[in-house]
Nanobody, 129 residues
Framework: QLALVESGGGLVQAGDSLKLSCTDS????????MAWFRQAPGNEREFLSS????????YYAESVKGRFTVSRDNAKNVVYLQMSDLRPEDTAVYYC??????????????????????WGKGTLVTVSS
């Protein structure tokens, strides 16, 4: 039922801000916890942030805490990742993923266990020096 699509990536300069979006064309968005991950070439997929089904709670990796903010608007079937003070090390493909209700807190360790249908295709963010 899920069909997640990320958008908003692009080429930016260090210090810039960028806002990513993830929409669910399957229109079951509000029934899932959501998370953002990223993956640089040759690296493992890295957890960034997650959010409960109603947006009541959010979680962040230490590497992006204070710079990235996750939010969602279930009425619009969209989850956002607002990124600020971007650095070259942030260059990666950014993915959104869905998890069952009650799993937002544990999605940080779920990258290798999330089924293919619960991932978007990714959007590339490139940060130049």
């Amino acid at each position: 039922q899920l069909a997640l699509v990320e958008s908003g990536g692009g080429l930016v300069q260090a210090g810039d801000s960028l806002k990513l979006s993830c929409t669910d064309s399957g229109r079951t968005f509000g029934s899932y916890a959501m998370a953002w991950f990223r993956q640089a070439p040759g690296n493992e997929r890295e957890f960034l942030s997650s959010i409960t089904w109603n947006g009541a709670n959010t979680y962040y990796a230490e590497s992006v805490k204070g710079r990235f903010t996750v939010s969602r608007d279930n009425a619009k079937n969209v989850v956002y990742l607002q990124m600020s003070d971007l650095r070259p090390e942030d260059t990666a493909v950014y993915y959104c993923a869905a998890g069952p209700l009650g799993t937002a807190r544990t999605m940080s360790v779920m990258a290798t266990r999330i089924p293919q249908d619960y991932w978007g295709k990714g959007t590339l963010v490139t940060v130049s020096s």
